[in-house]
């Protein structure tokens, strides 16, 4: 097994539910098999390590064909939040945590958290905002530096 | 079908060295495989988890996720990984001599 993965680096820039979802499975996965993870949050990615906004991470109704919604009603007030409860619902049937648990349970597991130096100035953020597990707020290059070795997955 | 031999006793295994007969496990095995996956000696901790795995197995039909041996073996996911850095979930289930668990979390 010479060819196994031994290192992966998920970058997650999406703000929607069911944008940040698949790479904290990929993250969580990655550990679950031993395999060394780091996650680095990028633009509206970095909702999922902002303390006042990681609990309130919606799932988009508008402009998501896949959801097989008319665009009109997704659009109507208070929709996202009712899809939005009810996947997290079924989520946890799967014994699949709520975003924050989620996050801070792939910290526990080693993986490294990252926030992008980029959009945390694009934004006007700083460290504080961000929940005590993200390990540090770095450029692309150092990203590059940390994912050498490794494949990169960007989601 | 492949085999192994733990603690002098030949046992049926899948091509990853999970047990394919859980009940053809014997706690004497325990420390012969994990030395096989790397890790040293087995501590009380460690024997926590693996009983635990058992006791999943024998009451669901399968080994617990990651997060739900975190909530309910009584030791916390950093530790566990601690414990079992190659996956505690696989590892553990490896040395319980219990079936790969197959969950995505």
Known sequence: ?155 | MPTKTYDGVEVAVDDQGFFSDPSQWRNTMAAEIAAQEGIGELTDRHWQVIKFMRHEYEEKGTGPSVRALGKTSGVAIKELYQLFPKGPAKLAAKIAGIPKPRGCI
């Not at chain 1, 539910?17 to 993870?37: H, K, S």
């Not at chain 1, 009109?72 to 699949?96: C, F, Q, R």
């Not at chain 1, 130096?117 to 953020?125: E, M, P, T, Y």
């Open chain 1, 1 to 155: 097994m010479s060819d196994a993965i031994e290192k992966v680096s998920i970058i997650i820039s999406k703000g929607s539910f069911e944008g940040v979802y698949p790479g904290l499975i990929m993250a969580n996965g990655a550990r679950a098999e031993g395999i060394e993870a780091n996650l680095f949050f990028t633009f509206f990615g970095l909702d999922v390590i902002h303390k006042e906004r990681h609990e309130h991470i919606k799932l988009a109704t508008v402009g998501n064909p896949g959801l097989h919604f008319a665009t009109l009603l997704g659009g109507l007030p208070g929709v996202s939040s009712v899809m939005t409860n009810y996947m997290a619902h079924k989520l946890e049937k799967l014994d699949i945590p709520p975003i924050p648990e989620f996050v801070e349970m792939i910290a526990d597991t080693g993986a490294g958290l990252y926030a992008c130096k980029a959009s945390v100035d694009l934004f006007g953020l700083e460290k504080n905002d961000f929940i005590p597990q993200v390990a540090d707020i770095i450029t692309v290059g150092e990203f590059y530096e940390k994912a050498a070795g490794g494949q990169i997955i960007f989601t």
